[in-house]
């Protein structure tokens, strides 16, 4: 099942929106308990995006009690895709403070290792599991 | 002066007043009843004037703790969008540095470091500019590796390459500070002296050829003494950068063809080469 753009995230829902030239590819499996967001994010509108994103968040969090993983291989975000991101890892510590199991993967590209001083910079204020790692070309 | 009693009366008046309404001497006193009235109903207003104090009260205390979460609230947001700018700045940090990068790579050799061909292009061009303002003067080398290819294939391409590097290191220290050498093409370098004429010109490809003779290249396969022969012209009135190097170029064949390691001059453009060369520019052959 997949979740098309701008709408709400039902219980049990998919997210597949294959990367535009302004957004990263997303694909959330909801009985896998996986959240991938790879490429680039810099939307004029970050809404468009980012809703169905943090939508599927929230209903997979308050509809399931399962462990939530998230993948992110992210090499550029404007400041409000930061922002929405934030928003993001704000739910998820939420979520990690009541007992849930969850994790993040900060992918980042060997030959640009400044990326993962970004993805150190993100996860600063979080206590749940946040990986930073590299991955080769 | 009142006491500290709820209703803030005065103790004694309250206290005198249900003595005197309890005392049976005046018990038919026509002021008693009403006396008695109006200290029920005073008794009714102060108690309700209490409750609207509580009240008022509770709300001031609600609006001070609906203050307090807003600017809680409005706190985090703060240091929410200061972290997203923290992060913005750094991206933005991250994607200067590699657009300096492509710049580089745009307009460097990979293997020699030198600047490449465009950037080379580029710089002649500007002097072409200013020796059209300025009726300055500059030269340029055709240096090409002799028997490169023999390097290749006796020695195999990385020794080549190792070649080429260490020759584009011999050529910046042969030249002078404001001078600078390109990789023009495979084996060939192009360096632009500015402001110097044949003399200075010839001074400075002699200064290279002896830099390189005292090369040697050390390789695991053995070691490589590399030899170059350069062509030198300078730049005539009337001529752009393409000229000079034209005629560079064939001075550089002829020092090939005369034996290799040494420079030989161009010969100055004829007056027919500088007005054919004029004529071109100015009306170019159609395609």
Redo the contacts between chains.
Sequence with gaps: MTQSSGQTSTQGSNLDLPATQATPAVQADWNAGFLLMAGESYPENTYEIFDDIISWVEAYLTGTDRPLHMELRLN????SS??AM?DIF?RLQNAADAGRELSVNWLYDSR?P??A??GE??K??YDFDFVISAVGD | MSGSTPHGLDDNLEERVAELLADEQYADHPLREVLEQVMDRMGQQLSRLERITQISDRYQTGAQERVLHISRRYDRQIRKLEKAIRISDRYQAMLNDLNKALQEASTHDQLTGLPNRRLMADRCRREDHRSQRESSTYSLLAIDVDRFKTINDTYGHEAGDRVLVELGQAFRRGLRDYDSCARWGGEEFLALLIGADLSTAEHVAQRILETVRSLCVDLPSGVISPRVSIGVAEHHTGELYTDVYRRADAALLLAKESGRDRFLVAAPPTELEIQTAAQLRDDPPSA
């Design positions: 550029y975000l404007n400041t930061i922002r934030i704000d640009n400044r990326s001083e970004l910079e993100f600063e204020d």
